[in-house]
């Protein structure tokens, strides 16, 4: 799920135009392992400090395509500083459609609200 500071960019024309050009331009693969690439990825990450940076944040230079799993790897070192616990929490708590799109996972059938 984005961060607030980054919502209105990731919401913006702009950034929906660049990542999709970006994806036709990369033939919609993975670039690390060559599946169906559903996440475009920010090799210089989307901060505060660069959330107003275009040259940055929408350089062809700057973006990688990536699949659900290469980009869970790519980020498993972060989930990794809070724990264990916190990697566990984030699945239970969140799920990713086909799209990328973060939302709030559906309770286990039975378990209570």
């Known amino acids: 799920?984005?961060?607030?500071?980054?919502?209105?960019?990731?919401?913006?024309?702009?950034w929906k135009q660049c990542r999709e050009a970006y994806k036709h331009k990369v033939c919609y693969l993975c670039e690390r392992c060559g599946e169906p690439g559903v996440i475009v990825h920010h090799k210089i990450r989307v901060t505060p400090q660069t959330i107003q940076m275009p040259e940055v944040l929408l350089?062809?230079?700057?973006?990688e395509l990536l699949c659900r799993?290469?980009?869970?790897?790519?980020?498993?070192?972060?989930?990794?500083?809070f724990g264990g616990k916190h990697r566990k929490k984030i699945a239970e708590r969140y799920q990713v459609d086909d799209n990328g799109r973060v939302s709030a996972a559906a309770p286990p059938y039975g378990a209570q609200k």
């Open 1 to 14: 799920m984005a961060k607030s500071f980054a919502q209105e960019f990731y919401n913006s024309t702009a």
């Open 69 to 81: 799993k290469c980009h869970e790897k790519e980020h498993e070192g972060e989930h990794e500083r």
């Open 59 to 63: 350089n062809f230079d700057n973006l």
